[in-house]
């Protein structure tokens, strides 16, 4: 998947973001979405998406989807809790979502 600008919004803030072309179908789910292409939205900075995991404010979701592959999507912490559902009627990457869930342990540092 190719990499292209996305926008993140955090408590009112926009944030830019390289993350791959599947959010297409989520984008209202998790809250970032993509960049429009000629793009004039004044953003607060860019984000390091490890650091912003580590602090809280994205979240990593890992889907399972139909084929059998599994996907790991972003979403802002503000909308974790109703993504997790919302996601099982959406498809990441043209595929449909089977399951949902997140990673139990997280190595730091």
């Keep these: 998947m190719p ?3 996305h926008i993140i ?3 009112g803030k926009k ?3 390289m993350l ?5 179908d989520i984008k209202t789910v998790v809250g970032i979405e993509k960049a429009p292409s000629p ?5 607060t ?12 404010d994205l979240v990593r979701i890992r889907c399972r989807l139909e084929n059998k592959k599994s ?8 909308k974790f809790a109703s993504a997790m559902g ?3 009627s959406k498809k990441v990457g043209g595929v449909d979502v089977r399951t949902t869930g997140i990673q139990r342990r997280q190595r730091l540092g």
């Design 9 to 11: 919004t955090i408590e």
């Design 3 to 5: 990499r292209v600008p």
């Design 45 to 56: 900075g860019k984000v390091n998406v490890n650091q912003f995991v580590q602090s809280g």
């Design 39 to 43: 793009d004039n939205t004044d953003y």
């Design 20 to 24: 791959p072309d599947i959010y297409g």
């Design 71 to 78: 996907k790991s999507v972003l979403c802002v912490s503000a």
């Design 86 to 88: 919302a996601l099982l």
């Design 15 to 17: 944030y830019a973001a």
